[in-house]
Every structure is written in structure tokens, then in C-alpha cells.
């Protein structure tokens, strides 16, 4: 099996990489692409430790919206195909901080949605040709349904979501597979400086064993952990008129 | 951080800041810290040794990664922060097994050497620490020291049971056993007093594992009574690598639940059980190792107000004076009331660790788990430490939160040659309480 992941030294990536490996049947070959050449080593070293038959390093800037196709190309080289690819690149802008500048806010829409559609699509014209491959993409439970604490963030991974959902419905007489992928709250460095209290955080590995069983499955939509589903729905269901009182 | 209980008793209550390692890469800034810090792993010691009140902890659970692993020598090289469960997912479908673990799989290689941990297979393989090829430990000038046996061999000898001391381990090499399946052949045997027990240590000497529970609510004859077990890894091929659902317990539970009635039910049953399927059988490692890690966090059984372990470890004596002592030690506890779910008894061996503050020697060691009923439970320590203080024994300080610092100078004679090597940004709330009292 051939897996790419873009954004490979996120921790829900990290954590994803290594369930491909405990529940894979047959050998895993990865290329994981990132900024960061010094971390993309740490972690193809663990892969080959934890029976990786190869793990290849790919350092690039996932921003650069003109060099993804590029980068998903040399990628598929690499591998001679791609099997699995994880988008799981992204950032957590701070609200009040990003909405006062629209260079930031564009830079935010930049990394938590425009990189993974131009990524998507590149992806999907591969597949496409062969007919098979999944597209697994890291949206967001944040993405539902706008709230003042965070809509630039929601607003990119809505878009995501939509977008994918989009894309999902052209692939589907090719048999390619979209999942989108929408994690609630995950004790991760990213969400370091938020407070992580209670039941609603689940760990990298919670959330990287549904991405992986939903890959397996060909599922959809999925919201991990699965409880959010239900919140989700609650949270979607609320008329307009009172939602927009409540301070969330 | 708002977290109270940093070890699996509860007990101290401690306030932290927290510093996350991510990276083994990555430099901390050991001169920006106002306060002594010191690492943390899982947090599985039950009593102050992975606490360091009002001052830093660094979290070592990121850096879980592999570093290298042959199949062909098992020689693992890791990241100290991950979990000996974790090793064992990517190891034993290959066909290697730790060289000795603990009753959880819940602690980090670093906690592991840190505490110099012993398993199931003391008398025949010695601590953790006698398998560890080499680490490399951060001190907070920034130095990485690639400590072995040969290289800084004094820092080598420091860390293994340094108690987290000396520095940060950031890797570790370890040798692994080969393995050809991952079943075990049980041997059990219930037995009706202590020296039957022991006796059946002495019988299954060339048996790799062995351990006993004891129920310690009986008098009498009975005093002692308990269920021994042998195992060695299965020679048939089966390698699959088993996935066990686990049951969590959500909530502390309220502390009147665990009482000497409630627990001499469970002694009663699980006697009675254990007589029943008296034999011989074959399980998977999992329940035979790590029987409560399918409980999660069953330490909150005990309730808000935790509760205490007590190991301690006597030579057997010329004329069995370790015998005994244990007998005695069981005698005072059944005396007390102060009830003790679970009670392992065990014989150690004669292999030497290397390191200088090691725990276990040859003899006897009992472990025993007593809800914290304050003054009570003291007391009953106050008399279980006289009676290894009578036998030259000693107390493990991974299980303690009582010693007094007398009895730890005592039984640790190497501690002021160890505290040289102490790093200087380094504390702990046990090392402090065991060394501000001199003899
Ligand atoms: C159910 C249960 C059963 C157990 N059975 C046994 C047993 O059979 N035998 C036995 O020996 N023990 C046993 N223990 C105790 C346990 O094995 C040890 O306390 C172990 O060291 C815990 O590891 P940890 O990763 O949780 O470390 P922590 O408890 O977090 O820390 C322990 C010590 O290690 C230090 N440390 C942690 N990481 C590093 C690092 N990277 N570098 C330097 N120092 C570090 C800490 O500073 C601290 O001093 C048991 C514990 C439980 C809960």
C-alpha cells in the first residue's frame, strides 16, 4: 500500500501513519511531505522501526498553491502510485488577532482551505485516470456552523467540507474515494494553549484508528470522535435567531 | 495546570507547570526556568517519585518515536517517552518481547529505567536496567552524554534507578527476548499458607515467570494463603497480535465502597476462582502480564483521598528470617484490618543491576496496595518499617510516599555518592523528603 500524507509531522498525521501500519495486510511505502526536513526524518525513521517497507521525505511549503501540483506529482512518482493520501496540514488562527487584518485572514484561508483544494484536486486528476484511490481530507466539526470564537477558522474548513463534498460527487463513477474528516476537540500541540478539560477531548490515537477503519470502510463524512455527530447535529439544528445570542 | 494527583496514588496532592517535550531535537531552555524541574512519563509510580511540588515537570509522552529496530538481534532504539505497550505492538508480531516489564504496559522506556523497574522474571533476567545497552541523557547545561557500560559508565550506573535525577533520557537502546509465540503456558496452583507458597518459588526456580497473590485478611494457618503462578512464552508459532477491549472506570468511586468486608469478598472469590482453575493452561501475554491494565485508571477504586503502596524486599537470612518477617508483616496487616486488594508476593534473584539505587535484591518482596485511611494506615507502616528495618531490608521508592529519610539513608548507602550526579536544575518532592533529615 502506498500512502502520502501531507502535513506529515502533525500529530494527528503522525498518529494516522502509524494505525496504516498496525492494521495493514500488506507491506506500506509513505512519503511524507512538510516543511520541516529535520522532524520529516524523525518521523520516517519511526515508520521503518515500526515496519515501514519505505518512507520518503518530501520538504515542501504547503501554501504555495501553484506548486501542489508539482508536489503531488513527484510524490506519485515516488511511489509509482498513490493508494491513501492525507491532507492533514493546518493551522489554528487566533480569532480576534486575524480578524482585524485581511493579509491574515487570507493567509488563513491560504493554509486551512485553499492548499487543500488545490491538493485535492491534484490528487483527484491522478486517480480519476486509474480509477481508484482515496482522498482523505482533516475538515473540521468548527466548519458546521459559524461561531464568533472562531469563523475565519470555521469558514475554512466549511469551505473545505463543501468543497470536497463537491468533488466527492464528480469522483464517484471513476470510483475514486473522498472522505472528509471532521475531528471535535484533539489534545494535540496545536490546541496546546486551550485549557483541555473533560470528556470531549480525544487523543491523536483515538481520532487516527475512525480515519483509518473510515479509509478501510469507504465512509463519507466522519466525525471523530463519533459522538460529535450527535452535537453536531444539535449544534446545526438551532434556529438562526436564538444561535446568534448565544455566545459561542 | 489545574491537575492535582500527578501519580497513580493520588497521594501527594501537587501543583506543577508543565513544559511539553515535542521533539528529541528540540533544545529546552533549562536557564529560563525559575523553578527545579524534573521528567515525567506516565505517571504510573504510585507515590512523590514522579512529583516535583511548585516546580516543573517536563512531559516526555511525545517523544514516542522508533529510532531504529533490528529483527534480527532485537536491539530497539526508541525515544524514552514511549510506552512499553507501544514497543510491544511494533515488537511482538516480530517475534521479540521486552527483557522484563512490569505489571503494566502503561510507562515509558525513561520510567522504566528511571525506577529500574523489575517483572515477573527478577530471579532469571535481573531489573530493566540490566538490558539497557545505552541512552543518551540531556543535562541542563544542554550536554548529551551517550551513556553504556563503557561510556560515562559512572552516569550509566546514575541514571538506572536515578529517579529522574541525573538529567533527561531522551533515547535508549535496549536488548530484547526472542520469542516464538505470543501465548504464555500458565502454570497455577493455589496454596494454603506462606511457606507453601514460598516452597513453590523454590520448586519453579528454572521457571522464567513466576509471581504469587496473597490474600493477607487470613489468620492463622491460613495466613498467607494465595495463588501462585509460573509461566514461560509458548513454543507454538501464533504470533497474532491480540486487541483487548478495555473497560474504564469513569468515575472515583465512592470510598466507602472498599472496606475489609468488601475486600474480603473479593479475597474470598478470588481464591476460591483461582483454586478452581488451578492448573495447567495457556493466555495471551496481555492478561498474564498486565491483568489490571484491562481496568482503566483502577486506581480511582480508592477514591478522592488515594491510596498508598507498600514494597519492600527482605533477605531470606541464614535461619529464614525473611520468611518470618513476611509472616509477621501479614500477621500486623491482618491485625490492622487495613484491607490490601491485591498483595503480590515474590522471590528475587542474585542478578546485580547496574545502577547504584536499585531496588531489588536477593530475597523476599511483598507489594501491597491500602486505601489511605490517614493515621491508621500510618501506623500499620510505621510497624511494617520496623520490621524491615530488623531485616536489613528495603523499601521501593517507585511504590512510596512514607519512607522516612532515615530508613531510605540507610538503605540506600550509595545515595551521597549518587547525589554528585544529581543535575543541578534536577529535583523531586521524594528527594527531598528522603534526604532533608540526615541520619
Ligand atoms: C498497575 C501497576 C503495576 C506496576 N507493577 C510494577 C512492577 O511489577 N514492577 C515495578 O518495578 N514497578 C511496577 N510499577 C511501577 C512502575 O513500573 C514504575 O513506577 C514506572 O517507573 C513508571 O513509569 P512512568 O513512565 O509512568 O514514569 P513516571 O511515574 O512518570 O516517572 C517515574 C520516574 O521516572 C523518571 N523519568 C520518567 N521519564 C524519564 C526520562 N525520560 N528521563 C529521566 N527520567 C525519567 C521520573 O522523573 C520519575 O522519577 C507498577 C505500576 C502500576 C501502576
Given at each position: 500500500m502506498n500512502v502520502l500524507i501531507l502535513g506529515a509531522t502533525s500529530a494527528i498525521a503522525q498518529a494516522v501513519a502509524r494505525q496504516f501500519l498496525l492494521s495493514a495486510t500488506t507491506p506500506v511505502k509513505f512519503v511524507l511531505v512538510g516543511r520541516n526536513d529535520d522532524k520529516l526524518a524523525l518521523i520516517a525513521e519511526d515508520l521503518i522501526g515500526r515496519s515501514a517497507t519505505a518512507a520518503h521525505v518530501q520538504v515542501q511549503d504547503l501554501t504555495q498553491l501553484d506548486a501542489m501540483d508539482a508536489c503531488i506529482s513527484r510524490a506519485w512518482e515516488t511511489l509509482g502510485s498513490i493508494d491513501v493520501a492525507l491532507i492533514a496540514h493546518g493551522t489554528l488562527p487566533e480569532q480576534r488577532e486575524i480578524e482585524k487584518s485581511w493579509e491574515l485572514t487570507e493567509q488563513a484561508l491560504r493554509e486551512n482551505a485553499l492548499s487543500h483544494m488545490a491538493l485535492m484536486e491534484a490528487l483527484a486528476l491522478r486517480m480519476e485516470a486509474i480509477k481508484r484511490g482515496t482522498i482523505a481530507v482533516i475538515g473540521s466539526v468548527a466548519g458546521d456552523r459559524g461561531r464568533q470564537s472562531n469563523y475565519i477558522y470555521g469558514a475554512a474548513k466549511g469551505a473545505t467540507a463543501i468543497y470536497a463534498q463537491g468533488l466527492r460527487n464528480r469522483l464517484t463513477k471513476s470510483g475514486v474515494h473522498l472522505l472528509t474528516i471532521k475531528p471535535g476537540f484533539v489534545d494535540t500541540p496545536m490546541t496546546e494553549s486551550i485549557a483541555k478539560k473533560g470528556l470531549l477531548w480525544a487523543s491523536p490515537e483515538q481520532v487516527a484508528q475512525d480515519i483509518v477503519k473510515a479509509v478501510q470502510k469507504k465512509r463519507n463524512v466522519i466525525y471523530t470522535p463519533g459522538f460529535w455527530w450527535l452535537i453536531m447535529t444539535i449544534v446545526k439544528s438551532v434556529p438562526e435567531f436564538i444561535f446568534k445570542k448565544l455566545s459561542m | 495546570m489545574k491537575k492535582e494527583s500527578w501519580s497513580w496514588g493520588g497521594i501527594p496532592k501537587a501543583s506543577h507547570q508543565v513544559v511539553n517535550l515535542r521533539w528529541r531535537t528540540d533544545t529546552i531552555n533549562?536557564?529560563?526556568?525559575t523553578a527545579s524541574c524534573l521528567p515525567y512519563g506516565l505517571g504510573r509510580s504510585y507515590g512523590d517519585v514522579p512529583i516535583n511540588d511548585e516546580g516543573i515537570l517536563v512531559r516526555t509522552t511525545a517523544l514516542d518515536r522508533v529510532i531504529a529496530f533490528d529483527a534480527e538481534t532485537g536491539v530497539l532504539h526508541c525515544e524514552a517517552g514511549i510506552s512499553l505497550g507501544d514497543i510491544l505492538r511494533v515488537v511482538v508480531p516480530r517475534g521479540w518481547f521486552l527483557p522484563v516489564t512490569p505489571g503494566t504496559q502503561f510507562v515509558t522506556l525513561g520510567g522504566a529505567i528511571a525506577n529500574d523497574v523489575h517483572g515477573k522474571n527478577h530471579h532469571c533476567a535481573g531489573t530493566f536496567g540490566c538490558h539497557v545497552l545505552g541512552f543518551e541523557l540531556l543535562r541542563s547545561s544542554g550536554e548529551k552524554l551517550w551513556c553504556t557500560p563503557t561510556e560515562h559508565a559512572d552516569y550509566f550506573a546514575a541514571t538506572?534507578?536515578?529517579?529522574?535525577?541525573?538529567?533527561?533520557?531522551?533515547t535508549a537502546k535496549i536488548q530484547l527476548t526472542k520469542i516464538a509465540a505470543n501465548k504464555i503456558d500458565v502454570n497455577n496452583q493455589a496454596f494454603n499458607g506462606l511457606d507453601e507458597g514460598l516452597d513453590l518459588f523454590e520448586q519453579h526456580e528454572d521457571t522464567t515467570y513466576t509471581v504469587a497473590w496473597v490474600d493477607c485478611l487470613t489468620r492463622g494457618a491460613?495466613?498467607?494463603?494465595g495463588i501462585f503462578s509460573g509461566g514461560e512464552f509458548s513454543q507454538t508459532e501464533s504470533r497474532k497480535n491480540l486487541a483487548t477491549k478495555r473497560l474504564a472506570v469513569p468515575l472515583d468511586f465512592p470510598s466507602f465502597s472498599l472496606n475489609k468486608y468488601s475486600v474480603q469478598a473479593f479475597n474470598n472469590l478470588y481464591f476460591a476462582n483461582g483454586k478452581r482453575k488451578s492448573g495447567r493452561g495457556v493466555t495471551d501475554y496481555e492478561p498474564f502480564f498486565y491483568p489490571l491494565d484491562k481496568v482503566h485508571a483502577w486506581n480511582r477504586i480508592y477514591g478522592r483521598k488515594g491510596f498508598y503502596q507498600y514494597q519492600c524486599c527482605v533477605p531470606f537470612g541464614e535461619a529464614n528470617e525473611g520468611r518470618e518477617a513476611i509472616r509477621e508483616m501479614l500477621n500486623q496487616i491482618s491485625l490492622s484490618g487495613n484491607a490490601s486488594f491485591l498483595a503480590v508476593l515474590k522471590v528475587f534473584g542474585d542478578k546485580q543491576s547496574p545502577g547504584m539505587l536499585s531496588f531489588p535484591e536477593k530475597g523476599i518482596t511483598l507489594a501491597l496496595d491500602f486505601p489511605n485511611w490517614g493515621d491508621k494506615t500510618q501506623r500499620l507502616f510505621d510497624r511494617l518499617d520496623a520490621i524491615v528495618r530488623e531485616q536489613n531490608g528495603k523499601n521501593y521508592p517507585a511504590k512510596d510516599a512514607c519512607m522516612k529519610a532515615a530508613d531510605f539513608q540507610q538503605q540506600y548507602p550509595q545515595w551521597e555518592a549518587f547525589a554528585k550526579f544529581i543535575d543541578p536544575k534536577f529535583s523531586s518532592s521524594f528527594w527531598r523528603r528522603v534526604t532533608q533529615e540526615n541520619a
Open positions: - | 533549562f536557564a529560563g526556568f538506572i534507578a536515578g529517579l529522574g535525577l541525573t538529567g533527561l533520557i531522551l491460613q495466613l498467607g494463603r
